[in-house]
């Protein structure tokens, strides 16, 4: 159980690395979007 809970806490931290990586990189997007005028 405990080599279970580790592996599972590690990929839990692996996808939550992945998925901060990911909003910076939309957040960012989404700046330089607001940034351009649209209109």
Partial sequence: ???I????T???IEL???LRAL???AQ???Y???ALPLS
Avoid: F, K, Y
């Fill in 1 to 3: 159980m405990i080599h």
């Fill in 5 to 8: 809970l580790g592996s599972r």
């Fill in 32 to 34: 330089q979007g607001r």
């Fill in 23 to 25: 909003t910076v990189l």
């Fill in 16 to 18: 939550s690395m992945w």
């Fill in 10 to 12: 590690d990929e839990c």
């Fill in 28 to 30: 960012r997007h989404n």
